[in-house]
């Protein structure tokens, strides 16, 4: 009787697509999605696709302008290069100023769909797909890395002034459920830690956006602080953020840690600009 009232419930009231706004029947409400129901359903690993883990969210033809991340890549920063045949090298950038980072990956290359998707997660506040995006984001973690790399996880803080404006820190939810998954898909998650507020935006800049990358670099040089060396000391740490677009930020962030006494700092974002 329940499953006959949520498809009837989903006829009459179908969901709509956060991307191209369109009606599409996914038998599925949004705000009925979380971390548990998803990972009940996924079970395995290898079940965690774009498409099964958006499905409540975006149309069929949303949920096809999705560009995974794949090799070729450089293999400092991931950006994903235009020929699809050879292995994983270094970019020129990278072998011209190379990054403070070891590696960074990311899920998907950023689409207009991925785009509207993280745009409404941010600035719209559609908090309910927060728990599809953290399961992506574990699952392409684990493609490219074990938990036992890392003794803490940190999220790119945003300034104090942006985090009242916006009310929560989406890269903070894109971690925060990380050893509960852990648990449900049995990986060793050993010791570590979310380092929440550990790193500080002390530095009012302007948004990104926008601007080149030399212009990146200079708006967030100086903007971070690490507030107690003793947590990252001799730590390896995983940097998590939203977008890598040029990778000004996360670079300065790992340039404050590593400054600090970390022993390394890699990075995971959702997506990279193309």
């Not at 689409?111 to 719209?124: G, R």
């Not at 995006?133 to 803490?152: G, Q």
């Not at 940097?239 to 700092?265: F, H, I, P, Q, R």
Request: net charge positive; aromatic share 10%; proline share 3%.
């Amino acid at each position: 009787m329940i499953r006959i009232a949520e498809i009837l419930k989903e006829a009459v009231f179908p969901s709509r697509c956060i991307v191209c706004g369109s009606f599409f029947h996914g038998f599925s409400k949004n705000n009925s999605v979380d971390i548990d129901n998803l990972a009940d359903k996924l079970s395995e690993m290898e079940n965690i696709t774009f498409e099964r883990v958006m499905y409540p969210f975006l149309c069929a033809a949303c949920c096809d302008d999705y560009l995974p991340v794949e090799s070729p890549i450089c293999s400092s920063c991931g950006t994903v290069f235009k020929s699809r045949e050879g292995e994983d090298h270094l970019c020129q950038k990278c072998i011209e100023h190379p990054k403070r980072f070891g590696k960074a990956r990311a899920i998907f290359l950023y689409s207009q769909a991925v785009m509207e998707v993280i745009h409404s997660f941010k600035y719209k506040g559609k908090l309910q797909v927060a728990a599809s995006l953290e399961l992506l984001l574990f699952s392409v973690l684990m493609r490219h890395w074990k938990l036992s790399d890392f003794d803490i996880v940190i999220p790119v803080p945003l300034h104090i002034k942006r985090f009242r404006a916006r009310g929560f820190n989406q890269a903070y939810f894109l971690i925060r459920n990380l050893k509960e998954l852990a648990e449900r898909f049995m990986v060793e998650s050993g010791r570590i830690e979310i380092g929440k507020d550990v790193i500080e935006r002390t530095v009012w800049t302007q948004p990104q956006t926008g601007l080149g990358r030399e212009e990146r670099i200079k708006n967030i040089k100086g903007a971070f602080t690490v507030k107690e060396s003793s947590k990252v000391k001799a730590k390896r740490i995983l940097l998590v953020d939203d977008v890598y677009t040029t990778g000004a930020t996360v670079d300065e962030c790992a340039k404050v840690l590593m400054k600090s006494g970390a022993k390394s700092v890699d990075v995971l974002t959702l997506a990279r600009a193309i």
